[in-house]
């Protein structure tokens, strides 16, 4: 069974701060995806990383996939408060047709 | 563009009761997923389908059956409900493998009281 593990679970911090979230497996994934929920609504694809050590940025987040294609990384930049949501990771399963989704960061970013 | 449309968007059952969950996609994706996601929590499987007329269980399938007569609908049904059901439920849909995006609808949150 495959499996991701998402760390932290929740994060609060301040505005400006920076901050890493990571997503962790010991099997390997054909991509990875990140993506926010806000609350009330279904969650939105970030990114998409397929090729081990891709690095792909978007504004102040930086998204890394591991070279081995077993974790992954993000990495937001002088956070502001329109940063905060959920952030999940879903990695492409063995089968293909699934994903398989980390539990989630909950992240806070104070004013 | 509509995209992923689920009905309702509310429901409070009582204990016993039956429902069916609607979704709807327009995008003529292969792959459709139901999940549930409870309060804090990341999403659970629930069911899923790669095509018209096939379906298969995730990883918390009891409770709950589906049916994909059409590319376009994928509606989950709930029988006897209890009150561990209670959570935000979630269609997704994705047109293929291979990295493709997964869209979701605006989620039912259920009630079982």
């Known amino acids: 069974t495959q499996l991701l593990e998402q760390s932290p679970q929740f994060l609060s911090i301040q505005e400006g701060e920076n901050l890493t979230v990571y997503c962790n497996s010991s099997?390997?994934?054909?991509?990875l995806q990140w993506y926010r929920q806000e609350p009330g609504e279904g969650p939105v694809l970030l990114v998409t990383v397929v090729t081990g050590g891709e690095v792909k940025k978007l504004k102040r987040l930086t998204f890394q996939f591991g070279d081995a294609r077993k974790d992954s990384s993000l990495h937001i930049t002088a956070a502001q408060p329109g940063d905060t949501g959920l952030y999940l990771c879903?990695?492409?399963?063995?089968?293909?047709?699934?994903?398989?989704w980390g539990a989630g960061t909950k992240l806070i970013i104070k004013p | 563009n509509a995209g992923v449309t689920q009905t309702p968007k509310f429901r409070i059952l009582k204990i016993g009761q039956s429902m069916t969950l609607q979704c709807a996609q327009d995008?003529?994706?292969?792959?459709m997923y139901w999940y549930r996601q409870d309060p804090g929590m990341g999403l659970k499987l629930i069911y899923y389908s790669v095509g018209a007329g096939i379906t298969d269980k995730g990883e918390v399938p009891n409770g709950y059956n589906v049916s994909r007569s059409t590319t376009e609908d994928f509606p989950l049904r709930l029988e006897l409900a209890a009150p561990s059901q209670t959570s935000v439920y979630f269609c997704?849909?994705?047109?293929?493998?291979?990295?493709?995006?997964?869209?979701f609808g605006q989620g039912t949150r259920l009630t079982v009281v």
């Open positions: 099997s390997v994934f054909s991509s």
């Open positions: 879903a990695g492409e399963g063995d089968s293909n047709y699934q994903l398989i």
């Open positions: 995008m003529n994706h292969n792959y």
């Open positions: 997704a849909s994705r047109p293929t493998r291979g990295g493709t995006e997964a869209f």
